[in-house]
Nanobody, 117 residues
Framework: QVQLVESGGGLVQPGGSLRLSCAASGIIFSINAMGWYRQAPGKQRDLVAVITSGDSSNYADSVKGRFTITISRDNAKNTVYLQMNSLKPEDTAVYYC?????????WGQGTQVTVSS
């Protein structure tokens, strides 16, 4: 059974930091990439950051220099992290982990990040 378990969201003041994690297990296909999207109320879901199987990473322009995506791998589980620094109110959204395989995309359940004073 495929599981994507997200954690690390919450409420933080502007300028603060959060670290999201997403542990993926049970995926029998090769993983091409893992990453994060986010969706603010009334807006579309947008890519935040992605890291490929070759450890190449890419970021949305709005988060470059503030967010860092990393990945850890073992035989049974792949975990992707998103370190978010210098958070801004406009970073407020539900953050979704995703896993890209040659066959399909898997999505996490989403974790709320709220940046507010």
């Amino acid at each position: 059974q495929v599981q994507l378990v997200e954690s690390g969201g919450g409420l933080v003041q502007p300028g603060g930091s959060l670290r999201l994690s997403c542990a993926a297990s049970g995926i029998i296909f090769s993983i091409n990439a893992m990453g994060w999207y986010r969706q603010a109320p009334g807006k579309q879901r947008d890519l935040v950051a992605v890291i490929t199987s070759g450890d190449s990473s890419n970021y949305a322009d709005s988060v470059k220099g503030r967010f860092t995506i990393t990945i850890s791998r073992d035989n049974a589980k792949n975990t992707v992290y998103l370190q978010m620094n210098s958070l801004k109110p406009e970073d407020t959204a539900v953050y979704y982990c995703y896993v890209l395989t040659p066959v399909r995309v898997y999505w996490g359940q989403g974790t709320q990040v709220t940046v507010s004073s």
